[in-house]
């Protein structure tokens, strides 16, 4: 099971480290140039690992100098700066760059045994269970059962190896699974080698099956239960093997889905701060950044300490240990040179 760093100096570095090679450092040559975009971005990964609003981590950074100096801010912008930021930097080709960045730094093989796919619904809001349990209207004499009708929804495809997530979609619930197959898993299937998808019944439908297998060579296992089912076998040769040749000791592996959207809620909460549609899917976006960027970071530390010696060889022999460390985070993509001695922890199958 993966676990994420709890240090905020470190998420802030390696935040930069992704930004510097994803990001220009200004969105226009007239720009202020107080600060530059990946150094938005760390204040706003930052703003999601303290659980902060915008005001709250302008305060923060204000009054912690090690954590400006660890990505080089020297002016703290105004939190109107990094809401319109957050618009430019979120958008979803962008967040998607900085998605693929990060994941490179601990992904070298580009093959995938085992992926999941699922979503999750999110609060809009810090409403108590307690209030929405006890709201009741007059006539009522028992705790109603109170309903929202909307809610911000979360769907990912992870590796369920390292738990690393390999693309995201995000949409407003309640809403069917069905429709949202192709768009989740598209981006995690151009960019990785996916051998085998798991999926509940949710996503169980015969254009899924032939998207994941005929376009893109991928195994699925999705249980054959969506609808009225009986005991008529389905006509489609697909959902017929899914009936007659189950692999149910593989697709127990699903619940490492579930443990992703566990991991995104207990560590950056389950209730959005924002209210419009669009602020709501750039703020799960950047929740699935932040969580993956301490992803990385635990489980590269963690295989340095388990190990005699670097499992990188860095080219600058003459560092010290805990600078190999902070060298070694990140791959050749943001500029740093290394070969490999021993497989690290979280390589993709």
């Not at 801010?73 to 930021?85: E, G, R």
């Not at 269970?129 to 709201?135: A, G, I, L, M, N």
């Not at 495809?157 to 690393?164: E, P, S, W, Y």
């Amino acid at each position: 099971m993966s676990i994420t760093s709890k240090s905020p100096i470190e998420v802030a570095k390696a935040a930069y480290k992704v930004a510097l090679a994803t990001l220009p450092d200004y969105a226009h040559r007239f720009s202020p140039q107080k600060f530059t975009q990946p150094q938005l971005f760390v204040c706003l990964t930052l703003k999601t690992f303290f659980k902060m609003d915008y005001r709250g981590i302008v305060c923060c950074l204000r009054d912690l100098s090690d954590l400006r100096r660890a990505f080089h801010l020297t002016v703290v912008p105004h939190y109107t700066t990094l809401q319109k930021a957050a618009k430019r930097l979120l958008a979803v080709k962008s967040a998607d760059r900085l998605l693929e960045a990060t994941v490179a730094t601990l992904c070298k093989d580009k093959r995938v045994a085992l992926a999941a796919i699922d979503s999750t619904g999110l609060e809009a809001g810090h409403t108590s269970r307690y209030f929405v349990q006890r709201k009741r209207s007059k006539d009522s004499p028992t705790v109603e059962n109170t309903t929202y009708r909307r809610f911000p929804k979360l769907a990912v495809v992870c590796d369920c190896f390292n738990h690393m997530i390999l693309s995201m979609f995000t949409a407003r619930g309640p809403s069917v699974d069905i429709n949202q197959f192709c768009r989740t898993l598209k981006p995690a299937a151009d960019r990785f080698q996916i051998k085998h998808l798991l999926a509940d019944a949710g996503y169980d439908s015969v254009n899924n099956h032939r998207y994941a297998r005929d376009v893109h060579h991928i195994k699925t296992t999705i249980p054959a239960k969506h609808g009225r089912p009986t005991e008529k076998l389905p006509k489609d040769r697909y959902r017929r093997e899914m009936r007659t040749d189950f692999d149910q000791e593989t697709y127990g592996q699903r619940w490492q889905v579930e443990t992703v959207f566990s991991m995104i809620k207990r560590n950056q909460g389950d209730a959005l701060g924002a209210r419009s549609y669009w602020a709501q899917n750039r703020e799960m976006m950047l929740k699935v950044l932040t969580r993956t960027i301490g992803i990385i970071l635990f489980v590269k530390e963690l295989f340095y300490r388990v190990t005699d010696k670097p499992f990188y060889q860095i080219s600058k022999p003459k560092q010290t240990r805990l600078a190999v460390v902070r060298v070694s985070l990140f791959s050749e993509n943001l500029g740093e040179s290394f070969d490999f001695h021993e497989p690290t922890l979280g390589q993709c199958r």
